[in-house]
């Protein structure tokens, strides 16, 4: 099933005449890797380059990933009658999708490639592998079914993606297959210093300081039955740290930490409180689910609308729903 599904992607992709990549909404080393990978497959088969459409600003560390200069956030270019294929990569939320299809004109098939337990599977085809490490390992996939040899700007991409969801090859999304596949991109050129250096190599002082605050915070919080720590939007303005630049704090802390279950709650910049949940025995994808949130079995997460953090007397911080909302 597997492979007859990439092989229809491969015959989508090379019939295609003006096909738009969409890269998930949360804009990640493995939503870029994936995607940037294929415009790679694209060049090299005599296709054009497309478009690869991002939600918000590429973070300045993937500024380096071959074809980073495809990625766009312009919406307009949905307004276009002629495209008429749509690849999604790492993105579960079926609705991010749809709203971008429907600004198109024309009626384009969807291929969705991703690896989120909790994917809708909403394309016209969908090649979802919820057991691969990255959607990079999914990807790589497509490119060994049709022995296709790998250059290295795609290697250097597919590697960055697999290296930003097993979190450098440490977390529990990392398989025999996912270490299987690295070796075999270093092997085609992978530079893998610059994947790493993406990786760890780009927090400032103050995003570290917003960190120390989260580690003073942790404790055992009953109700969540898991250790708990969380920001507040304060902490955030104070140290003037972006919310990009404290992503990969529960990454962090699920990899250094002796508890299975971390749960990370954090003050958006839309009245809501965000929570990030890692754990190495329980599926919180099925919480986040349940709370209209995604993820995958042991990295998962979910917004609460309309609420704030508030620190009891007890030195517990507990989530407060906003009234009047
Ligand atoms: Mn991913």
Known sequence: MESYKHKQIHEAL???????FISDERVDGDSLGSSLAMVDFMQ??????????????????????????????NIEIFSDPTIDLVVSFDCSDSEFIKRLVALIPGNPRIINIDHHKTNSLYGDINQVIVDA???????????????????????????????????AFTNSATNNRALDIASKLILSGARIQDAIRMLFKNRSVAALRVWGLALERLHFHPDFDSVITCLTRKDIKENQVSEEEIEGLSNFLSLVTDTETIYVLRETSEQ?????????????????????????????????????????????????????K
């Open 133 to 167: 490490s990255a959607t990079a390992e999914v990807v790589y996939g497509f490119f060994e079914s049709h022995h296709l040899p790998i250059s290295k700007d795609a290697a250097t991409c597919l590697f960055a993606g697999l290296c930003f969801d097993t979190t």
């Open 272 to 324: 809501g409180v965000k929570v990030s949940m890692r754990s190495s025995t329980r599926d919180v994808s099925a919480i986040a689910r349940e709370k209209g949130g995604g993820g995958h079995e042991r990295a998962a997460g979910y917004t609460i609308k309309n609420a704030m953090l508030l620190c009891g007397e007890n030195g517990c911080w507990r989530v407060e729903k906003i009234v009047g």
């Open 44 to 73: 090299t088969h005599g296709k054009q380059q497309p478009f690869v459409y991002v939600a918000t600003t590429v973070p300045e560390v993937y500024s380096s990933l071959p074809f980073i200069n495809r990625c766009t956030q």
């Open 14 to 20: 090379m019939h295609a005449h003006n096909p738009v």
